[in-house]
């Protein structure tokens, strides 16, 4: 391919398609700090052009996802196009036959899990670097190469609820709020957060609390307004999620955070469809209008 | 399973979600008129009491599509919701191990592909009757088990767009209104129906214009409104979807259709969701005020 003169250059267009006067868009481009190639998805607003940039909102999935199960099921493009907002969904974790994956192909951890951290131990090291991709080379990538411009939010769903957190309270300077629905709030608390954190960042918990919205917001506090949704009828709620423990930490840290119960919904896509139109509402006040 | 008292016995609860404050609900049954087991998908508002049944919306869905695409995709339940409809999705044809498929395996015939007709041939004429299944069974069934009332309206896309014209237009009686995207509107004409018609029913063409909607605009007119949605820039389009034949047809039989080309779009679940909204209005009209 040459020297690297122009990101862009690299990118590779997979498919389009109209969608409520928008495009939806996928892509794929070589990523370095992952050692990879990468599909990633955005949608485009109509108003969206080089003299009217749009913001943008960076969608985290969860476990075993891509990005089209958001851009498939989430029903966000109405609301999108109407507030004028585009939207980006990144894979889930690094991807490709070099990549190593769970020994036991657990749906967990690897492929479809990078839990949106740096990984230090070998075999994740080389490639499980969804931190740096999230924060900063895919931003530079969709900035250069779309109508957007650099006002960003960050939102997700479970394992993607840790990376929006953890990602939008390590960087305040870069977005504008934060939201999440079913979050897992404190990864070094529950299984599915032990068994990434053992093994991408190994034993030594204190190298875990980078990466816990709930030890973050303790050493970091937030100044950045967070929205969270949580279904009380979630099966993973108790063992895994623990809203009140976000909702303590986020109070002890005086930060803005409204967390809603949503009586009766659980852990799947027709929840976050029934709310999605409320979180865009809610980023579109510190996007759109200068707040924040 | 011993004698037949009560068609509710044999449902078997699969699976539920709340959304948009109603309930995404999947059961399996028993069909008799196809001799397998079933699986389809409802969506009852939240407004669905015995007190209070609601219309039901028909939907079917296209080839290789299950019970599921629709439902996770069209992001319809909002407006749903909010006129106070509820929609049911069956499966797009007979399934399980004793249905004969397509010889090599082709995602255009046989399983996921029952072109909502009754087939005559053998071995095909064993199971599909996906007509008979749509038209009577699967209704009585819903409404002997959930709170609906017996006025309904059918919609579909593709091959579900010819379903729920030709069998909208054959029983007038039964539905309100019919709307379609991106319809097979003269399978007689078009590879996709040829080839269906050909096994499915013989090579005797006159007893195919029962299911072909232009044949059946000329033979029976139609007393229903049509709404049918069309994106320009769909693959399908000239070769199997023929939307002037449709337009020339019920041009010709003086029937109530309103086609609208809608540039830009194709033939995705994208475009679905981006005019899902409109057609749940337009049935409304129909369905909830007492017109049609």
Chains 1, 2 share one sequence.
């Not at 070094?188 to 960042?201: E, H, I, R, S, V």
């Amino acid at each position: 391919m040459g020297a690297r003169t122009d990101m862009t250059m690299d990118i590779e267009h997979v498919s389009q398609a109209k969608v409520f006067n928008g495009w939806h868009k996928q892509y794929r481009h070589s990523s370095l700090v992952l050692g990879c190639e990468m599909r990633f998805a955005i949608f485009l607003p109509s108003c969206a052009t080089q003299d009217t940039p749009v913001p943008v909102l960076y969608w985290l999935s969860g476990l075993t996802c891509t990005d089209e199960n958001f851009m498939q099921k989430a029903g966000a493009f109405r609301m999108a196009e109407e507030l004028g907002i585009a939207i980006v969904a990144p894979d889930t974790s690094p991807r490709g036959e070099s990549v190593p994956d769970d020994p036991d192909g657990a749906y967990d951890f690897g492929l479809g899990a990078g839990f949106y951290l740096n990984a230090t131990q070998a075999p994740w090291s080389e490639h499980y670097h969804m931190y740096d991709y999230v924060v900063n080379e895919l931003p530079a990538l969709i900035e250069a190469t779309f109508p957007v411009s650099s006002l960003r939010s960050i939102s997700g769903h479970s394992m993607g609820g840790h990376g929006a957190l953890t990602i939008g309270i390590k960087n305040a300077d870069r977005y504008q709020s934060i939201s999440a629905f079913s979050p897992i709030t404190n990864p070094m608390k529950c299984p599915w957060g032990q068994k990434a954190f053992t093994n991408y960042l190994g034993p030594d918990q204190d190298t875990w609390k980078a990466y816990d919205a709930c030890s973050l917001l303790e050493s970091n506090g937030c100044a950045l307004p967070i929205l969270v949704d949580q279904g009380d009828s979630d099966g993973f709620l108790e063992e895994q999620l623990k809203p009140e423990h976000l909702q303590s930490a986020a109070g002890a840290a005086q930060a803005q955070l409204e967390l809603r119960m949503q009586p009766g919904y659980d852990h799947s896509y027709f929840f976050i469809q029934s709310f999605i139109e409320d979180h865009l509402k809610f980023h579109a006040k510190y996007l759109t209008q200068g707040e924040g």
